[in-house]
């Protein structure tokens, strides 16, 4: 790819940075941490595979894309981190969500799952330097600091998990 067909720093990143309030990476991971730890589990129990409208993704569905794309970025992360050169591919959103197996699994499982993720993520990020977090990362026409991965992680938790407030909880009545 042509050096002049990508977006330094798209216009996307203003709403992962505005989602982020603001707060240093270190800090947004924890903070990211926090919101699952207080997830009501009970109440997302209660709700179980009901869906706000037809043909959108279950709460179960919803975590499991958390998990996905979290290990996604986390392997993007990394390829960059490492200076291993290979640009990453896209990947596809609703088939993968279509392949999962989500709706089978508990929400306390997927919970779970997501917490180990969000820790192990924690981690990589904090062995990170800061020469690594400001490296040039490339991939589709995007332009980017390493560092702003993490912030898409946390910002994608959060978008969803306004998703699952603004939408689902109202069905637990």
Not at 10 to 31: C, I, R, W
Not at 64 to 76: A, G, K, Y
Not at 91 to 99: F, P, S, T
Not at 104 to 114: H, P, R
Request: glycine share 4%.
């Amino acid at each position: 790819m042509e050096e002049s067909e990508t977006k330094k720093n798209p216009e996307f990143l203003e709403h992962v940075y505005k989602l982020n309030e603001g707060a240093e990476l270190t800090e947004a991971l924890q903070l990211s941490l926090e919101a699952i730890n207080n997830i009501d589990i009970v109440q997302l129990n209660r709700i179980g595979l009901k869906t706000y409208e037809k043909d959108k993704w279950t709460i179960h569905k919803i975590l499991q894309h958390l998990i996905d794309w979290e290990r996604i970025w986390c392997f993007r992360a990394i390829i960059f981190a490492r200076g291993e050169g290979t640009i990453p591919e896209a990947h596809d959103q609703e088939i993968m969500g279509k392949n999962s197996n989500a709706d089978e699994l508990s929400i306390e499982q997927l919970v779970n799952e997501l917490r180990i993720a969000r820790q192990s993520t924690i981690m990589m990020f904090e062995s990170f330097n800061q020469k690594i977090l400001e490296t040039n990362c490339i991939f589709f026409e995007y332009e980017m600091p390493l560092s702003a991965i993490g912030f898409s992680i946390t910002a994608h938790q959060i978008h969803h998990f306004n998703i699952i407030k603004e939408r689902y909880i109202p069905l637990d009545r």
